[in-house]
């Protein structure tokens, strides 16, 4: 995965949060300093994590947790919008007819990224096609040429001329067809003049509909000063950060961008045609973090506002009445499977092995456990091991089912007990002993 360390880090703060005995100052205080911690290692300003770490503070502890959502997961959330924020917006690729221009510095990966985006463009049904106006480094035509020829785009370039204007006018004549055309530009050690000359006279010729800033991320948050720089010389409308698979600063590349007016287009995770990913910030995120398909979880809890009592807090704290699991019976059954509830927060991601019904009951279960649960008393109900066979056959008579119906309620009960006293490890959630529970 991309940013392993970071996602890691972060990972394991979250866990932190998921262990908690309790969510309060203390814990949200030592969770944002992991996480500061998490993103200062991966180069991100610390101006940036500074205030990221106050708005998960402030959030946290004064915004009440939306409906259908506990303390913990309402932590969680807020992690995961901030993270979102730092990132600023991702940049609007159409599939559609377009002009690129890519720009950079020598070794950023605009002769890589261009035969990528060719790629992308051509495996989504559009004609694209390829113009090399890098006439300033040795081999630039072949490295594009080769590239250009295994993906099966077109490729136009005019070997020993180097005058790039004059080749990129008469290409663009020549792929004047195409539905998508990308031209690839020289670069230089540092924006100098000549190269902000050339960029501009290109530019000129080429009169792109994007273009295209490709940054390598082991620059870190040094990105921002050059996506500043050309943007004010040209103007930029996307970026593409490179080589996110070999660096541990990429956090900072990433998160410099949104200083800039601009946005993070893709993003280069390797060295092959096929390692380029459009980039998406909330998908971006719940990777990192692990959490799968986190956004469409939140919103369907947030829709759900009436099963405020599905309560996390209370189910790893070991104590789990009648009350409790039928409660949870209830949340879930609005939610939706357990398992996905559990793939929201981190636990799901730790290999647990959780079936679908053990939450859910149908319909019918559950009106007849309510009518069994109504028959008991108070006590039976917070502590149901009292609960002996002649009380059995009392209840199952008030309730008005069988004798084994309320047996296999009290079965259910003492299952789910169990697994939840196991998973928070008597009262601390301890992620070892869980794991080798479930033979990991
Ligand atoms: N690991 C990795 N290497 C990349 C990536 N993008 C480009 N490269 C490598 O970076 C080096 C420079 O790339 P190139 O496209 O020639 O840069 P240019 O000078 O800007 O055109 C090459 O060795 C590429 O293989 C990436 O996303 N991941
Ligand atoms: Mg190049």
């Not at 080749?167 to 190269?195: N, S």
């Not at 259910?412 to 006293?421: A, R, V």
């Amino acid at each position: 995965m991309v940013l392993d360390k970071l996602g890691g880090s972060l990972q394991d703060a979250l866990r932190k949060l998921v262990g908690a005995g309790r969510i309060d100052e203390k814990i949200v205080d030592e969770v944002v300093r992991d996480i500061q911690r998490a993103m200062l290692q991966a180069d991100v300003n610390v101006k940036h994590v500074m205030a990221l770490s106050q708005k998960i503070k402030q959030r946290s502890l004064k915004e009440e947790p939306p409906g259908g959502m506990n303390s913990r997961e309402h932590v969680i959330r807020i992690v995961y919008q901030e993270l979102i924020n730092i990132l600023g917006k991702s940049a609007n690729v159409k599939l559609a007819s377009q002009t690129i221009m890519m720009v950079g510095l020598q070794g950023s990966g605009k002769t890589t990224t261009t035969a990528k985006l060719a790629r992308y463009f051509q495996r989504k049904g559009l004609k694209t096609a390829v113009i090399c106006a890098d006439t300033y480094r040795l081999g630039a035509y072949d490295q594009l040429k080769t590239l250009c020829e295994r993906s099966g785009v077109f490729f136009y370039g005019e070997k020993d001329v180097k005058d790039a204007v004059a080749i990129v006018q008469r290409g663009l004549k020549v792929i004047e067809k195409y539905d998508v055309k990308i031209v690839d530009t020289a670069g230089r050690h540092a924006l100098e003049k000549d190269l902000i000359k050339e960029m501009e006279d290109i530019h000129q010729a080429v009169k792109p509909d994007h273009k295209f800033l490709v940054l390598d991320a082991a620059m870190g948050q040094l990105a921002s000063d050059q996506a500043k720089a050309f943007n004010s010389s040209i103007g930029i409308t996307g970026v593409v950060i490179t080589k996110l698979d070999g660096t541990a600063k990429g956090g900072g590349a990433l998160s410099a961008v949104s200083d800039t007016d601009s946005a993070i287009a893709f993003i280069g995770v390797g060295e092959t045609p096929d390692d380029l990913e459009k980039f998406e910030a909330d998908r971006f995120i719940s990777r990192l973090l692990g959490m799968g398909d986190i956004k469409s979880l939140l919103e369907k809890a947030q829709e759900s506002i009436d099963v405020e009592d599905f309560d996390m807090e209370s189910m790893l704290s070991g104590k789990f009445t009648l009350k409790d699991m039928y409660k949870q019976m209830e949340a879930v059954n609005k939610m939706g499977p357990l398992k996905q509830v559990m793939s929201m927060i981190p636990l799901g991601k730790l290999g647990m092995k959780v079936s679908d019904d053990m939450f859910a009951g149908t319909q019918e279960k559950m009106k007849k456990y309510k009518y069994i649960m109504d028959s008991m008393t108070d006590k039976e109900l917070e502590d149901p091991k009292h609960i002996n066979s002649p009380r059995i056959t009392r209840i199952a008579r008030g309730s008005g089912v069988k004798y084994d119906e309320v047996r296999e309620l009290l079965k259910y009960h003492k299952t789910m007990q169990k697994t939840m006293k196991g998973l928070s490890g008597g009262g601390k959630f301890n992620i070892q002993k869980m794991m080798k529970k479930f033979g990991m």
